[in-house]
């Protein structure tokens, strides 16, 4: 993972966020949503999927089945169905304070795991 992909794939995500807030009800209850830990760790694990299918080489729709059914499984493994996944994201997007939280917490966690990918094993 490069810098500048990193930074780019996080402009896209920021974007997607921004569409989100502008397009959804801005009164989502606070009832059934992720916590901002969950929320950190399922974007973390869908922008990891997402890298790893991009590496691949395959043509976009057939790159975008794969990741749907990754996107599944991550989910599964997690214990939460797509539909909470989306709800909780648009719930956060609504409420920047709280967005702006899980957001800086994924991009400290993101680029915690790329400097130890980077440190060489003693």
């Known amino acids: 993972m490069t810098g500048k992909l990193l930074n780019m794939k996080w402009v896209v995500i920021f974007a997607a966020g921004v569409l989100a807030v502008v397009s959804c009800d801005r009164d989502r209850a606070r009832q059934d949503v ?3 830990a969950e929320m950190v760790q399922a974007l973390k694990s869908l922008y990891i999927a997402e890298e790893h ?6 043509r976009p729709d057939s790159a ?4 749907t059914r990754m996107e599944d499984r991550l ?10 996944f989306t709800r ?8 920047p304070d709280e967005w702006e939280a899980v957001y800086s917490a994924l991009v ?3 680029n915690l ?5 980077s440190v060489p094993a003693p």
Do not use: A, C, P
């Open 34 to 36: 992720m916590s901002q």
């Open 53 to 58: 299918v991009s590496r691949f080489g395959l």
């Open 64 to 67: 975008r089945k794969f990741f």
């Open 75 to 84: 989910f599964e493994n997690m214990g939460i169905t797509r539909e909470e």
């Open 88 to 95: 909780s994201f648009d719930y956060y997007v609504h409420h």
């Open 108 to 110: 400290d966690s993101l």
């Open 113 to 117: 795991q790329e400097q130890r990918q």
